[in-house]
């Protein structure tokens, strides 16, 4: 028998019982469709990830903020700890820990780093229209985030001018829908001083943004000039010389591949801790891999569940088909043919269940991340919650034809062991 015979014969003979193939094929299914779709839901948020690293274009930057030593933390039996004002750092609103001239001036001069930008914190009370209306702000936006906005409409914020981004969740303030009708709208910014004065500070509209999954585009995002000078006038009013300090400051290295390792060691060398943008998306992707291994993990159990079907099915079908066999194996088939026969027909079920559970998984996935993404998630910018991963997919599929494989093998070595006469004379 050629091994096209074996294949159609196979197929044939699973298709004797349909109640039975069926239900041992729906187990199958269950446990592709499963790890088709948990897979594209890696992959999907995974690229978006990647997309959002890609789209910063800031790879050889490292953000720099306060670290935490042993004297800041709070001690595990609650006692109080002497204050040492030599140790403890400059703080900022809601007692966050704050970054220092000093500490400037230490990174600037860590070996590979060439440039700093220190970033100041800024509380704002409300934006004004050209048309006076006042909105309240609740939060800035920091202008080391504005590379890696999506804009709707316009540029991001030229970090020498007084210009600034809204985002498209703002259109209704401005009474328009067309992100293009904002720009070019001179607005007002209010804050008080420390003397607990209403100032303002006018600027530009030049962009039109939209919210990345990170929050990034989600608030308004003045250029550097405009936070810095909201900034001074937020500490202006008093006739006392106040500190500056940075909720953080963002360093461009050189080389960053070879020097990443050694300026963090720096950093933290100093009571500083660097991360670069990988390492703050990192903690994302570490939980949606997490997520995906769980999931995974029950489809595994879904399919080691189906192969015990498959072993029932095929066990079953050696039974009835006794005197088939020997009949076969007395007109000269061989044991290895009666083997790939029997093993021939559980690869059949385990390509009908992958083929369905597969095609079903990525229909579903692409079908769900269309109707999300252009829906209730829209306002996210270039969210991707399913990604069609080739690899991924032939991946499952071989998986579950090896497992099938698997667990045809005892039926077909029972049904290959069979003495052809003895099989003739079974009743």
Sequence with gaps: MRNVDVVRTALGNTMRSKTRTFLTVIAIVIGAFTLTLTSGLGAGINKYVDSMVAGFGQTNQIYVMPGMDASQQMPTNGEPQEYDPEEAGATGEFGM??????????????NGVTDVEPIVFVTADYLETADGDQFVLQSLGFPSDAAGMEMEAGTTPDPQAMELTVPETWLSAFGTEDPNEVLGETVTIGLKDLAQQEQAVEAEIVGVSQQAISGVGGSPMPSSALNQELNDVQTSGLDVEQPKNYVQAVATVENIDANETAIKQALSDEGLMGLTLEDQLGVLTGIIDTVTWVLNGF???????????IVNTLLMSVQERTREIGLMKALGMGRGKVFGLFSTEAVMLGVMGSVIGVGLGVLLGVIGNAALVNGPLSGVAGL?????????????VALILVIAFLAGTMPAARAAKKDPIEALRYE
């Design 299 to 309: 489809a595994l159990i879904a399919l080691l569940a189906a192969s015990f079907g």
């Design 97 to 110: 820990q704050m970054l220092t001239e000093d500490d400037i001036a230490t990174i600037e001069g860590i």
């Design 384 to 396: 991707s919650l399913f990604a069609v991963d080739p690899l991924s997919i032939v991946l499952i």
